[in-house]
């Protein structure tokens, strides 16, 4: 594998990988895990066919290694993240606006952090990063009808749970 390509991957990907890490791990220390991903994109990159997009490879990647680090530390505690606004860009809001909105992220990422595992990786996959239903699908290792199936669900338990409409899409 070219050098340069891994170098131009980590590039485009390397603050993709960070927030999916931090999300997943509840912690803003990942610089180590993103390295790793990288090295292991290295390691391994005879696995890598070229029919997918290389961020869901490397998201991959980066899913199984935050859950050998979950089991290696035993962490349960999905309640932490980090705050949004350090890879925010900034805004012109007034100041009530600025705070209404960092009192309703953090309301959403709590209710996010209520639902089980399956529900959250797919929410912050499809709903915060935006992924396709079949990058999505490619990151989980599901079929893409298990993906918006499930995506589906997770809306409505947010829905449930929070008593606010959030937006859905199949």
Known sequence: MDDDLII??????ADDIYRFLVFRLGTPDVEDLVQDVFI???NHHQSFRGDANP???LISIARNLATDQMRKNK???WRRLIDEEDYQPKTVDSPETVVENAELKVYVREL???LKPNYRDVVFLRGIEEFSVTETAQVLGWS???VSTTYHRAIKALQRKGGVAFESES
């Open 8 to 13: 131009k991957w980590f590039d485009q990907y």
């Open 75 to 77: 962490v349960r505690d």
């Open 40 to 42: 292991k994109a290295i």
């Open 144 to 146: 893409e009808n298990k």
């Open 55 to 57: 961020k869901t490879w």
């Open 112 to 114: 996010i952090n209520q």
